[in-house]
């Protein structure tokens, strides 16, 4: 199974930034809208009292992912390196918090099995009842 960018391992330098870039910049469109849903999910979040405390959060995912596009559609256009760089490294960072907002998620997960298989535990103990 191969598509039409496997060959860009071996891109000989005589690509421009723009065929380099091409594959990324199809999905500029998804960035932009999921940029978007970020940010008014943020927003959201934003109303509550204990949402406050997080709410930056997901705006901030959601505006690296529109300046990511929005580099992206430069390097796209003008074959701008710098725009290039930019909009990989908007993009690592997009994907840092996302891997260490699923890290946390995940410990959470665990100290609430935890507790909730303690609780079980402690109702089984006493008969099944809170006495």
């Known amino acids: 199974m191969s598509d039409s960018y ?3 391992g071996n891109a000989p330098s005589n690509h421009s930034i723009q065929d380099l870039i091409q594959p990324l910049a199809s999905g500029k469109g998804w960035m932009k809208f999921l940029g978007i849903v970020f940010i008014i999910g943020g927003a959201l979040y934003a109303i509550t009292i204990v949402g406050i405390i997080i709410a ?5 995912i959601g505006v690296l992912l ?3 596009a929005g580099a992206l559609e430069r390097a796209q256009v003008s074959g701008d390196v710098a725009a290039m760089k930019e909009a990989l490294t908007k993009l690592r960072s997009f994907f ?3 891997g260490v907002m699923m890290i946390v998620g995940i410990a959470l997960w665990v100290l609430a099995l935890i ?3 303690a609780v079980f535990a402690a109702m089984l103990h006493n008969g099944g009842s809170w006495r």
Request: aromatic letters at 24%; glycine letters at 6%; charged letters at 0%.
């Open 6 to 8: 496997s060959s860009l």
């Open 96 to 98: 840092v918090i996302q």
């Open 66 to 68: 529109l300046q990511s």
């Open 56 to 60: 930056w959060l997901p705006i901030w």
């Open 115 to 117: 507790f909730y298989g």
